[in-house]
């Protein structure tokens, strides 16, 4: 029986381990996470979600309090269309976060940033292009276009000198999907250097339906993105992502074609994780009802969670003074409405509850949404019980390396403190 280690990923002539960690937005796959996934030869992902604010916790700039001093005085207001982002401030913190990753990089690995479509901040066109050049500009060996079709992303950089020298990948739910980014990318001869399939089992934004996203399989979407691209002759690694818990599983896909796979939720319970300890145990402790896909992110995409999450009804007054990242071109957010609505219904409430929707800036900048894929109920065996009751936490490296050389759906637990 084969394993991980069978199989290589092949950029030109760089030889990878086929493991990719997908972009866990807000700084939940730290630097720390991806520079250790690059060290072991894989490739691992930072995020570019709420970069002001990443820079702040890293490097002590003060972006985000710049930000609401300059804007405070329309935190009451529903009106967010004066509150706008700086280019050169967001161009710094993007170089900040970039630069200092590719500097303290070691290792045969790669490092590639996630870059969602849906943060809009309230100028997507502009402040898409700023974020992507300036990750190239920065060293950044890839970029990942995730949550959204990216129609457009690729001309938004198509004069940048490493237009066609970094790795840029896309990821998609479908072979539908795949061929409209081809399609509309076809004057620019320049092909995504990778397509990652991502199925309904995924943590964060789910690209299907909240109906309809059961009805869906990995192992189906991989192989009609695999059919598409042999039809149309084209040699694209396709990278499997969702639900991908053991080695074992990650094995089966390699043997029917993919290229490589993306896994997240088994290192969301190490250290180099940016979630807190404490939040780090609710992943162990979850069970499987514990775990939801909902409505509640205003990017209009189903999201899965635990159900815990104190983020779900907590009803704040929306932060886009200091954030505002979802604010769409019209200076819009579903959850500013639903905010609205709760307030105009309950007007003498010291406090609103918002079931609905909720202020996803604040909250993913403050750890209370627990997103999760579906298999974060099977964490708690993946590891060793303290005598207190609490979950050892693991190491990337040990992660990483149950992926590699795992068999026949064994999982190795970590040695002991
Ligand atoms: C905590 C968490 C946060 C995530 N955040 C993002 C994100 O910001 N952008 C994105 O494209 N995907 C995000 N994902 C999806 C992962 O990158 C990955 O593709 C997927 O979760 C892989 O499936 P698995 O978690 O079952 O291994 C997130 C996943 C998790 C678990």
């Known amino acids: 029986m084969k394993c ?102 070691r290792g045969d690995g790669m ?11 309230n100028a997507p066109r502009e402040t898409l292009r700023m974020r992507l050049s300036a990750a190239l500009d920065a060293g950044i060996d890839g970029i990942t276009l995730s949550a959204g079709l990216h129609l457009g992303s690729f001309a938004l950089i198509e004069d940048h000198p490493r237009f066609r020298d970094a790795r840029l990948g896309i990821i998609v739910s479908s072979a539908r999907a795949l061929a409209m980014f081809l399609r509309k990318n076809a004057r620019l001869q320049r092909l995504p250097d990778y397509v990652v399939v991502e199925g309904p089992l995924a943590g964060g934004h789910l690209g299907f339906g909240i109906e309809d996203w059961a009805k869906y399989d990995l192992a189906t979407l991989v192989g009609e993105v695999l059919t598409y691209l042999k039809a149309e002759h084209l040699d694209i690694p396709v990278i499997a992502a969702g639900g991908i818990f053991t080695g074992s599983d990650a094995a089966a896909f390699l043997e029917l074609g993919a ?48 159900k815990g999450s104190p983020g779900i009804g907590a009803g704040i007054r929306p932060n886009c003074e200091a954030y505002g990242y979802l604010l769409d071109a019209h200076s819009r957010c579903a959850y500013i409405d639903a905010y609205n609505r709760e307030v105009e219904l309950h007007p003498t409430a010291k406090k609103v509850k918002v079931m609905d929707k909720t202020c996803l800036c604040t909250h993913m900048r403050n750890f209370d949404i627990w997103t999760c894929g579906h298999t974060a109920y099977r964490l708690k065996d993946t590891t060793l019980r303290l005598p207190d009751g609490s979950y050892q936490v693991l190491s990337a490296a040990h992660v990483f390396h149950d992926y590699q050389f795992s068999v026949d759906q064994k999982i190795a637990l970590p040695p002991g403190v």
């Open 111 to 121: 490092i590639f940033i996630n870059c969602m479509e849906k943060l809009t901040m």
């Open 259 to 306: 290229a490589a796979v993306q896994v997240a939720t088994r290192f969301t319970v190490t250290r180099e994780c940016g979630l807190p300890d404490k939040v780090k145990q609710e992943y162990f402790k979850a069970n499987e009802h514990d775990i939801e896909v909902n409505t509640i992110s205003p990017t209009g995409y189903p999201m899965r969670m635990l």
């Open 4 to 105: 991980v280690d069978d199989f290589r990923l092949r950029f030109g002539r760089q030889e990878l381990v086929p493991i990719v960690i997908g972009g866990m937005g807000v700084d939940i796959s730290t630097a720390e996470l991806a520079l250790e996934v690059a060290r072991l030869g894989g490739i691992g992902h930072i995020s570019d979600a709420m970069v002001q604010t990443v820079s702040d916790r890293r490097f002590d700039t003060k972006f985000v309090s710049e930000k609401l001093k300059k804007y405070k005085t329309n935190a009451a207001s529903s009106d967010k269309s004066n509150v706008h982002f700086n280019l050169a401030v967001l161009e710094e913190a993007t170089r900040y976060h970039v630069g200092r990753t590719m500097e303290a990089k």
